[in-house]
């Protein structure tokens, strides 16, 4: 169901007029605009950061690992699922590999910049894409699985947004998340992405469990890159305002095939069971519980 911010009410509808309090959210071109103050500007990423990720990411080693994760976590975990949304679907890549994957789901992208929806709606024509606060989520039971990918970091409320994720998923849904790790491995990268917080792995769980979810699976990644990882990121944190966040983008071709070869190998062993306690980012698989449990 869809679910009016105005009035709080939940109700069932083509259109997003709400038949209580007649509200609708205003439009550019097909695309609700639900936090239409933070649609241009947001202090938790930078919208000049789409363009180059549009553009590198589809044969970045770090991106294409990823989507392979997810895709496989979707498959393994979401075996009842038929309708998924992506909380911060940015440039749409993780929604067209899902998209490719099981192109019967109804897909729903979530952007807080309106920028970053054109770059979706490219790569998924028949998908459906919204600008909203995750912090606000327009929606009441209304989907099968909810995902969020690298973006609650990037949120002071983190547990508000997964709150909220519970309430938009149907009794039973299943949320997916990735997220950074490890405090130690802070640097200008995590400053220049605008991060909040690197997870624990406790804390996470914590904070998923408090917002009502089970947590049936979690495990590290970026394992075997962890000290290349380490000693790039001890390099950055003496070059403050010099860092430049798009040269992490540019990859010797070479170098880029020998890394997800290793992060491949990593998946093999992530899909026969294994959980790395530490890593570079981390996966976490959760339900919604239900209300006795």
Same mark, same amino acid.
């Given at each position: 169901? !869809?679910?009016?911010?105005?009035? $709080?009410?939940?109700? =069932?509808?083509?259109?997003?007029?709400?038949?209580?309090? /007649?509200?609708?959210?205003? !439009?550019? &071109?097909?695309?609700?605009?639900?936090?239409?103050?933070?649609?241009?500007?947001?202090?938790?990423?930078?919208?000049?950061?789409?363009?180059?990720?549009?553009? %590198? =990411?589809? &044969?970045?080693?770090?991106? %294409?690992?990823?989507?392979?994760?997810?895709?496989?976590?979707?498959?393994?975990?979401?075996?009842?699922?038929?309708?998924?949304?992506?909380?911060?679907?940015?440039?749409?890549?993780?929604?067209?590999?899902?998209?490719? %994957?099981?192109?019967?789901?109804?897909?729903?992208? /979530?952007?807080?910049?309106?920028? &970053?929806? $054109?770059?979706?709606? =490219?790569?998924?024509?028949?998908?459906?894409?919204?600008?909203?606060?995750?912090?606000?989520?327009?929606?009441? =039971?209304?989907?099968?699985?909810?995902?969020?990918?690298?973006?609650?970091?990037?949120?002071?409320?983190?547990?508000?947004?997964?709150?909220?994720?519970?309430?938009?998923?149907?009794?039973?849904?299943?949320?997916?998340?990735?997220?950074?790790?490890? %405090?130690?491995?802070? /640097?200008?990268?995590?400053?220049?992405?605008?991060?909040?917080?690197?997870?624990?792995?406790?804390?996470?769980?914590?904070?998923?469990?408090?917002?009502?979810?089970?947590?049936?699976? $979690? *495990?590290?990644?970026?394992? /075997?890159?962890?000290?290349?990882?380490?000693?790039?990121?001890?390099?950055?944190?003496?070059?403050?305002? *010099?860092?430049?966040?798009?040269?992490?983008?540019?990859?010797?071709?070479?170098?880029?095939?020998?890394?997800?070869?290793?992060?491949?190998?990593?998946?093999?062993?992530?899909?026969?069971?294994?959980?790395?306690?530490? &890593?570079?980012?981390?996966?976490?698989?959760?339900?919604?519980?239900? *209300?006795?449990?």
């Amino acid at each position: 169901m !869809k679910r009016c911010l105005h009035c $709080s009410q939940s109700f =069932e509808s083509h259109n997003w007029v709400c038949p209580y309090c /007649s509200l609708q959210p205003e !439009k550019r &071109g097909s695309v609700p605009i639900f936090a239409s103050l933070l649609a241009d500007s947001s202090s938790g990423f930078k919208a000049s950061y789409f363009a180059p990720l549009a553009a %590198r =990411e589809a &044969g970045h080693f770090w991106f %294409r690992a990823r989507n392979a994760l997810i895709v496989w976590a979707l498959e393994k975990y979401g075996t009842n699922v038929a309708s998924f949304m992506e909380i911060g679907c940015g440039t749409g890549f993780v929604l067209q590999g899902i998209a490719r %994957r099981f192109p019967a789901f109804r897909l729903v992208g /979530s952007e807080i910049f309106a920028e &970053g929806l $054109s770059f979706a709606a =490219e790569r998924i024509p028949g998908g459906e894409f919204l600008q909203m606060d995750a912090r606000e989520i327009p929606f009441w =039971e209304e989907f099968d699985a909810v995902g969020a990918f690298d973006v609650i970091e990037h949120i002071e409320e983190d547990e508000s947004v997964l709150k909220q994720i519970h309430d938009a998923l149907k009794p039973g849904g299943l949320l997916l998340l990735t997220v950074p790790q490890h %405090r130690w491995l802070w /640097s200008a990268v995590d400053d220049h992405a605008l991060h909040v917080r690197r997870y624990e792995a406790r804390e996470l769980h914590a904070k998923v469990v408090r917002a009502g979810f089970r947590v049936v699976r $979690s *495990t590290s990644f970026i394992v /075997s890159l962890l000290p290349p990882m380490f000693a790039y990121r001890l390099m950055q944190r003496g070059e403050g305002n *010099t860092f430049n966040p798009h040269e992490g983008l540019k990859m010797n071709p070479i170098l880029n095939k020998i890394f997800e070869q290793c992060l491949y190998l990593e998946r093999v062993l992530i899909q026969g069971g294994i959980s790395f306690p530490i &890593g570079g980012s981390r996966l976490v698989v959760a339900i919604k519980k239900a *209300t006795t449990d």
